[in-house]
């Protein structure tokens, strides 16, 4: 469980005990409600992380684009996975290696899923440097979405799945690849964070050997 989320939790139970005390129990079932829909939200299951020279999704969710684009100056495949309201919402880092750069940037809050949102939204940048290559991925906000967290810094080594941050309540993760990389998604397919594989490395290691 996400500490955010026990807080939260406690906060509306809270409001709801005062709602029994000032109105009745019909005033308090909403907010106990609503505690209880935020400690599902912000649940943080284990997850068994595959072995091997992989990369893993970095969020839960759905597979809403694959296709080339540009990214940095690079022509590299993106893909883009939406997390709906019902989706665990703990990223994890799609690589081991090291942190290399963190990029913030304001934006608006379009709905996560459409493709204008991966440029125009509110999104946290991160660059990590691994053995055989560099990836990018971006933790992007959304409609309801309004505080994207990433509890690392520059200069931190990370394991593949390992817990990195969240977006809190509906958000899009997109991940960049090089082109010597194969997608092993497609359009339509559901993901978890840390266990799903979304690439295989060990043939670019082999070609490159």
């Known amino acids: 469980m996400v500490r955010d989320g026990i807080l939260y939790a406690v906060a509306l139970g809270f409001l709801g005990g005062l709602g ?111 053995k055989h290559l560099t990836i990018t991925f971006k933790q992007i906000a959304g409609l309801l979405a309004r505080r994207i967290v990433f509890c690392k810094k520059i200069g931190d080594r990370v394991a593949c799945g390992e817990r990195v941050g969240l977006i809190k309540f509906g958000s899009r993760v997109d991940l960049f690849l090089p082109l010597e990389v194969v997608p092993l998604v497609a359009i339509g397919d559901r993901v978890k964070a840390g266990s799903s594989i979304l690439a295989n490395l060990e043939t670019l290691r082999s070609s490159e050997e």
Do not use: C
Request: proline content about 5%; cysteine-free.
């Open 20 to 130: 029994v005390a000032l109105g009745g129990w019909t005033w308090a079932v909403p907010a106990w409600a609503l505690a209880g829909f935020v400690l599902y939200f912000f649940r943080d299951p284990e997850r068994a992380i595959p072995a091997g020279d992989i990369v893993v999704s970095p969020a839960d969710g759905r597979v809403v684009d694959l296709r080339q684009v540009e990214n940095g100056g690079e022509r590299q495949w993106r893909i883009s996975i939406f997390l709906s309201l019902f989706d665990v919402h703990v990223n994890r880092a799609p690589m081991s290696g090291v942190i290399r750069e963190i990029s913030y940037k304001p934006g608006r809050f379009r709905i996560a899923s459409k493709a204008e949102a991966s440029l125009e939204n509110e999104q946290n940048k991160v660059t990590i440097e691994g």
